[in-house]
């Protein structure tokens, strides 16, 4: 496997964006779930939900792609 910096920097890149997408998703559910009429605690655990399959999946899809180089 390279571990040269620039692929050491790109991997953190990557899993800085991946974090920042999940984070959003989350958001996005939760908030969505709020005006659709759930309360507070119901609309934190769908987003967390949203948040941790956002995650999961593009976690595993990275993961893939870095080891099919």
């Not at 908030?31 to 595993?60: K, M, Q, V, W």
């Amino acid at each position: 496997m390279n571990t040269s910096s620039t692929h050491l920097m790109l991997l953190v890149l990557l899993l800085a964006v991946v974090a920042l997408f999940c984070t959003l998703v989350g958001a996005a559910a939760g908030l969505l779930a709020r005006i659709d009429g759930a309360t507070y605690a119901t609309a934190l655990l769908r987003g967390a939900l949203a948040f941790a399959g956002s995650a999961t999946l593009s976690l595993a899809v990275l993961t893939f792609v870095l080891t099919a180089q």
